[in-house]
C-alpha cells in the first residue's frame, strides 16, 4: 500500500524517520503540515500513484471533495508527528478516521480492548468471596477498599462515602477510633440507609464490632484477641472478616476464624512501611490459602512523595502476590484522590492479560509527565531577549481583584461581587463583561494567576494569589 505523507518543514525529519521502512513517501508542502490546502494537496495526488493518504491531525480543512476526485482516501493522521510511527504500525488493525485524529483513535482502541479484557476477566472469574454482590478473589479484578478515618466524628459521612463509591472504591470502610462507643458505630450506619454498595467496619473492639454487624459486609480486624468474643456472631451475621496476625500468627487466626464458623476470610499479613520492612514484609504475602489483603495505604501515608507512581508500584507489588483486596486511604492532603488512583491502577494490572508489563495497555496513571516528548515547530523570526518586568506597581482603575480556589471552583471578587467560574477563560471573559479590568497590564497579571487557579484544582494542589505553586 503506497502511502503519502505531506508534511511541514519542522517536523519532515521526523516525519521521514517514522516512514522507514512503510511504501511511503513524504512530501513536504509548506512550513507547517496543518496549513496544507485542498488545492495543494490534490496536485500532490496527481503527480503521483498513492493508496492513501495520512495528512496532520491538527489539518482542519475538509479534504472531501479531493477524495472524491481523485479516489484516494484522505485520513487524518496523529496530531504530533511523534506519533506518526504508532499510527503506521497500526494501520489495518483500526479504522482511520476523516474527522477524528489518528492518536485519539488508536487511544481509545486500546482503552476499550484493555477494558474489555477487564470484564472479561471479571465475568469468567471464580470468586472466593462474594460481599453484596462484589466478587473477591479467583482471579477477578483486585477490589480497592478506601478507608474513612474516624467515621463517627464525620458530620459528613454519607457524602463521604458516596464520593468514594463515585471515585472508584468497591469498598468504602469505616474507621472507628479509641473513643468510638457502640452507638456511634449504630449512628453512622444508621446515616448510610440506603447505601447499596459493601461497607465495612475497622476496629479491633469486640463492642464496636458486635455493633457493626447488622449493617456491615465486611469487618476488619480479626485476631486472637477478639475472636472468641465475636466469632459466633460474625459467622452468624454472614459477614465477611479481614484476619490479621496479632501475637498467635496470622495461619493460627485464620484456623481460629473458621472454627468459629466464618466461612468468608481474607488474610492480611501486614505490610509494612517503606524503610521499616517493607520489602520483607511481601514475604509474607505467600502461601495463603484464602484471598489476601494488601494495605497499601500504610505506606503511601507514610512517604513524603507524589501518591500516583506510589499507588501504581504498590497496585503492581499487590498484583505479583495475588491480592484480592487493596486498601488505600485519602487521610492527609499528599494523598488526596488516591481513590481514584488506585482504582485506576487495579485496572492497569487486571488489563494486563498477555502484557508482561503495565505499559502500552490504554489505561496509565500519566498525570504530570509525558510518555512521549512532542515538539511542535519552533516560531520564526528575528530574536529579542526582552529585559526584566517593570517592578512598579500601577493600580488598575478600576480596582483590583482578589482570586481564590474553593469547591472546584475559581473565584475572583472585587469590590463586593464575587465572579465565580471553572476555568480561567470563563473568568478573563466574565471580569473583562463586567468592566473590571481597564490595564493591558493588568488583564495580562489576571490570565496568569487564573491560570495558576485553573492548574491548581486540576492537580488537587492549594492555590494562594502571587505565592508559588
Known amino acids: 500500500m503506497r502511502i503519502l505523507l505531506p508534511t511541514g518543514e519542522a517536523t519532515a525529519g521526523v516525519v521521514r524517520k517514522a516512514a522507514t521502512g512503510f511504501d511511503a513517501e513524504v512530501v513536504v508542502t509548506g512550513e507547517i503540515a496543518a496549513f496544507l490546502t485542498p488545492a495543494r494537496l490534490r496536485a500532490i495526488i496527481d503527480e503521483g500513484e498513492y493508496d492513501l493518504v495520512l495528512v496532520s491531525g491538527m489539518s482542519t480543512a475538509s479534504f472531501a471533495e479531493v477524495e472524491e476526485a481523485t479516489g484516494v482516501p484522505i485520513y487524518l493522521g496523529p496530531r504530533h508527528a511523534a506519533d506518526l510511527a504508532m499510527v503506521l504500525s497500526r494501520l489495518g488493525t483500526v479504522a482511520l478516521s476523516r474527522t477524528v485524529p489518528a492518536d485519539e483513535l488508536f487511544a481509545a482502541e486500546r482503552r476499550e480492548a484493555a477494558y474489555r479484557r477487564i470484564a472479561a476477566a471479571e465475568a469468567s472469574a471464580e470468586a472466593e468471596v462474594v460481599i453484596r454482590g462484589l466478587t473477591i478473589g479467583g482471579g477477578s479484578r483486585m477490589k480497592v477498599l478506601a478507608e474513612i478515618m474516624d467515621a463517627h466524628r464525620r458530620p459528613d ?33 444508621a446515616s448510610l440507609e440506603g447505601i447499596d454498595g459493601p461497607l465495612a467496619a475497622d476496629t479491633q473492639d469486640p463492642a464496636l464490632i ?98 500516583l507512581g506510589i499507588n501504581a508500584l504498590l497496585a503492581a507489588c499487590a498484583h505479583e502476590v495475588g491480592a484480592a483486596v487493596i486498601f488505600t486511604s485519602e487521610h492527609s492532603d499528599k494523598t488526596r484522590g488516591s481513590v481514584a488512583e488506585m482504582r485506576r491502577a487495579t485496572e492497569m494490572m487486571a488489563a494486563l492479560g498477555e502484557h508482561p508489563y503495565p505499559k502500552d495497555l490504554g489505561i496509565d496513571l500519566l498525570v504530570l509527565k509525558e510518555k512521549r516528548r512532542r515538539c511542535e515547530p519552533l516560531p520564526e523570526g528575528e530574536v529579542v531577549d526582552v529585559p526584566p518586568a517593570p517592578e512598579k506597581f500601577v493600580p488598575d482603575p478600576a480596582g483590583n481583584i482578589r482570586i481564590a480556589v474553593d469547591g472546584g471552583m475559581i473565584l475572583a471578587a472585587q469590590k463586593g461581587t464575587v465572579y465565580r467560574g471553572q476555568t480561567a477563560a470563563d473568568l478573563t471573559a466574565a471580569l473583562i463583561n463586567a468592566g473590571c479590568v481597564t490595564r493591558l497590564d493588568h488583564a495580562a497579571y489576571l490570565g496568569r494567576e487564573l491560570a495558576r487557579a485553573e492548574l491548581a484544582l486540576a492537580l488537587g494542589r492549594s492555590y494562594v494569589q502571587d505565592g508559588p505553586f
Open 157 to 189: 459521612l454519607r457524602a463521604a462515602v458516596e464520593d468514594f463509591f463515585a471515585r472508584g472504591a468497591d469498598i468504602v470502610d469505616l474507621g472507628f477510633g479509641f473513643d468510638a462507643t457502640p452507638a456511634d458505630v449504630g449512628r453512622c450506619f
Open 210 to 307: 458486635l455493633a457493626a454487624l447488622p449493617r456491615a459486609d465486611l469487618v476488619l480486624s480479626l485476631h486472637e484477641g477478639n475472636i472468641p468474643a465475636v466469632g459466633a456472631a460474625v459467622a452468624a451475621a454472614g459477614v465477611a472478616a479481614v484476619v490479621v496476625p496479632g501475637e498467635a500468627g496470622l495461619e493460627a487466626n485464620l484456623a481460629a476464624a473458621r472454627s468459629a464458623g466464618i466461612g468468608a476470610l481474607v488474610a492480611d499479613p501486614l505490610l509494612q512501611p517503606a524503610g521499616s520492612g517493607l520489602v520483607e514484609s511481601l514475604r509474607n504475602f505467600t502461601d495463603i490459602d484464602c484471598p489476601i489483603f494488601f494495605g497499601a495505604g500504610n505506606v503511601a501515608e507514610l512517604i513524603d512523595a507524589d501518591s
